[in-house]
């Protein structure tokens, strides 16, 4: 495990407040142009993120969120998330995102049936959302 003098600060908000707060040896996160490690004394940076998993390593222990979109923000070795909703690993309700999963998909059946865009990229991005709970939680 890596020293208390080489970890960075991770801390992952959303409106609701905040969802998380560690230390981490290795923070791992989606970006929009790809998956990004991040290690004590990285170079600063902004990052949108996709709706991915957020990995969180620090020795042997891993913890695991869902980041549903947002952006990261690397500096002093403080990254900061801000979401539009995350939830840990243990917080995901499966049942509930399943239900999302399934109205989704009908969702997204009906509005290619209508030619209706706005519904369509609505309900893609929920069931993003959807997925993304349900692989983060069983992974
Ligand atoms: P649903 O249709 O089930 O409400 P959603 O994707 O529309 O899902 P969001 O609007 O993204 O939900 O989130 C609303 C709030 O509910 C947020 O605080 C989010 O963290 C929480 N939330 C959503 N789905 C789940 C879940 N499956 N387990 C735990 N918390 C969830």
Do not use: C, W
């Not at 004394?41 to 709706?51: C, G, K, Q, R, T």
């Not at 222990?61 to 979109?69: C, F, H, L, P, Q």
């Not at 002093?76 to 690993?89: K, L, P, Y």
């Not at 929920?126 to 993304?132: E, F, G, H, K, T």
């Amino acid at each position: 495990m890596a020293d208390n003098q080489s970890v960075l600060s991770v801390s992952i908000v959303t409106p609701d407040g905040q969802v998380y707060e560690g230390k981490s040896d290795l923070l791992v996160v989606k970006t929009t142009i790809g998956e990004l490690g991040i290690m004590y004394n990285h170079v600063p940076l902004i990052a949108s993120l996709e709706v991915d998993e957020t990995r969180v390593k620090l020795g042997e222990n891993e913890d695991k969120i869902a980041v549903n979109g947002g952006f990261l923000e690397f500096s002093d070795n403080v990254a900061t998330i801000v979401a539009d909703s995350a939830e840990r690993q243990d917080d995901i309700d499966v049942n509930r995102a399943e239900s999302a999963r399934e109205r989704a998909k009908a969702t997204i059946e009906k509005a290619q049936a209508a030619h209706d865009a706005d519904s369509l990229a609505r309900a893609e991005v929920a069931l993003r959302r959807a997925i993304n709970r349900i692989n983060v939680a069983k992974h």
